[in-house]
């Protein structure tokens, strides 16, 4: 069992920059892809960006890519997304995601483990 923490959502002015964070506990995140997911309210979960798990691969989706970044330090069972140029339409909840499977993938079905989420609100 994994369980997943979500830091460093917050408010930020457009054009601004965050650096989100997800610490597992319970069972090393090394051996799992990671995704991070968002949810803005009335609207469907969606992919946002994932990280093979030895970080050798990654994936965007088309609207962040250039401006986000994910990383992983399997050292420190943390993975990272590092968010730049940030605009209101990227405001949501974002969630952290680990799958038990080796494949990466951009559905959130397909993943086993999920953080609680946190707050990105990018005002205008």
């Known amino acids: 069992q994994v369980q997943l923490v979500e830091s460093g959502g917050g408010l930020v002015q457009a054009g601004g920059s965050l650096r989100l964070s997800c610490a597992a506990s319970g069972r090393t995140l090394s051996a799992s892809p990671t995704g991070w997911f968002r949810q803005a309210p009335g609207k469907e979960r969606e992919f946002v960006a994932a990280i093979a798990w030895n970080g050798g691969s990654t994936y965007y989706r088309d609207s962040v890519k250039g401006r986000f970044t994910i990383s992983r330090d399997n050292a420190k069972n943390t993975v990272y997304l590092q968010m730049n140029s940030l605009k209101p339409e990227d405001t949501a909840v974002y969630y952290c995601?680990?799958?038990?499977?080796?494949?990466?993938?951009?559905?959130?079905?397909?993943?086993?483990?999920w953080g609680q989420g946190t707050q990105v609100t990018v005002s205008s």
């Open positions: 995601a680990a799958k038990s499977r080796l494949v990466v993938t951009t559905t959130p079905n397909t993943y086993n483990y």
